[in-house]
């Protein structure tokens, strides 16, 4: 069965970091072109971040550059988001979400998400 | 960066029911667009990509049209199981935007 799992969502206080993670199963990790999307508490959903499947080209949204950092590792089917300096504003649930491939830019597998609170 | 719009933001419609989202664009996207339905709690599900091609799975009522800057998602005969929010995307160009959705709820 074709799944991503993601781990490691909490509750952080402004200006901390935290590490989210993806794990992937049942497709040729390898393979796939990966994204983040996120989605505040009632809110619509946000594009955050894509990496290309060797991990050479990534694409940040603008309200997360210098402050997120995507990456993967192949060998461990793993997809990663390193969030730092985090505000209340980034506080939602995170996707994670498989490119479609030969489709340009859709997400076509997402995990069940991670829940991350900013709040003192 | 794009900016995606959706109208109606909700609509109240019935089982049986042809229901037509509109998606524009702030600027031409060519065909670059997909849709996606997400109910309660749950992560999305692409419905339709590239504007019009059906997604491996999605029922045959679900069709998209549209390019350039103005799209629609028509479902043919409302299911009960299809009341939920949908969102647009455009894959055209970074950040890939999605528009605000539109809560479709049973009349």
């Known amino acids: 069965e074709v799944q991503l799992v993601e781990s490691g969502g909490g509750l952080v206080q402004p200006g901390g970091s935290l590490r989210v993670s993806c794990a992937a199963s049942g497709f040729t990790f390898s393979s796939y072109e990966m994204n983040w999307v996120r989605q505040a508490p009632g809110k619509g959903l946000e594009w955050v971040s894509y990496i290309s499947s060797s991990g050479s080209t990534m694409y940040y949204a603008d309200s997360v550059k210098g402050r997120f950092t995507i990456s993967r590792d192949n060998a461990k089917n793993s997809l990663y988001l390193q969030m730092n300096s985090l505000r209340a504003e980034d506080t939602a649930v995170y996707y994670c979400?498989?490119?479609?491939?030969?489709?340009?830019?859709?997400?076509?597998?997402w995990g069940q998400g991670t829940m991350v609170t900013v709040s003192s | 960066d794009i900016q995606m719009t959706q109208s109606p933001s909700s609509l109240s419609a019935s089982v049986g029911d042809r229901v037509t989202i509109t998606c524009r664009a702030s600027q031409s996207i060519s065909s670059y667009l997909n849709w996606y339905q997400q109910k309660p709690g749950k992560a999305p599900n692409l419905l339709i990509y590239?504007?019009?091609s059906l997604q491996s799975g999605v029922p045959s009522r679900f069709s998209g049209s549209g390019s350039g800057t103005d799209f629609t998602l028509t479902i043919s005969s409302l299911q009960p199981e299809d009341f939920a929010t949908y969102y647009c995307?455009?894959?055209?160009?970074?950040?890939?935007?999605f528009g605000p959705g539109t809560e479709v709820e049973i009349k």
């Open positions: 979400a498989r490119g479609a491939r030969g489709i340009r830019f859709a997400f076509d597998i």
């Open positions: 590239a504007a019009s």
């Open positions: 995307q455009q894959s055209y160009s970074t950040p890939f935007t």
